[in-house]
Nanobody, 124 residues
């Protein structure tokens, strides 16, 4: 089983950038498709981005498209989310996820393993 630890969150002004990291340990990182989700206060989980095992296929939510970029370094067992042009509405706890079942969809929270989350706060 894989374990996930997110980092890189923080407080940033609107228009700024952050890069989130998700370090994986345990089973072979490259065997997992990965996803990013977020949850704002009082709201449900929202899909942000997903990436295939090799990193050649990515998916983004409409709100993330054009501003966020998901990438991975399989040699370092690390997933990244580069977030640019941040807006106050991007404020949320961001989670990375792994281990998508064969029946699962990469844009849905079907993943079996989740990190503890990292807080991103964007001030106006």
């Amino acid at each position: 089983q894989v374990q996930l630890v997110e980092s890189g969150g923080g407080l940033v002004q609107a228009g700024g950038s952050l890069r989130l990291s998700c370090a994986a340990s345990g089973r072979t990182f490259s065997s997992y498709a990965m996803g990013w989700f977020r949850q704002a206060p009082g709201k449900g989980s929202e899909f942000v981005a997903a990436i295939s095992r090799s990193g050649d296929i990515t998916y983004y939510s409409d709100s993330a498209k054009g501003r966020f970029t998901s990438s991975r370094d399989n040699a370092k067992s690390t997933l990244y989310l580069q977030m640019n042009s941040l807006k106050p509405e991007d404020t949320a706890v961001y989670y990375c996820a792994a281990d998508l079942p064969i029946w699962g969809r990469p844009t849905r929270p079907d993943y079996k393993t989740w990190g503890q989350g990292t807080q991103v706060t964007v001030s106006s």
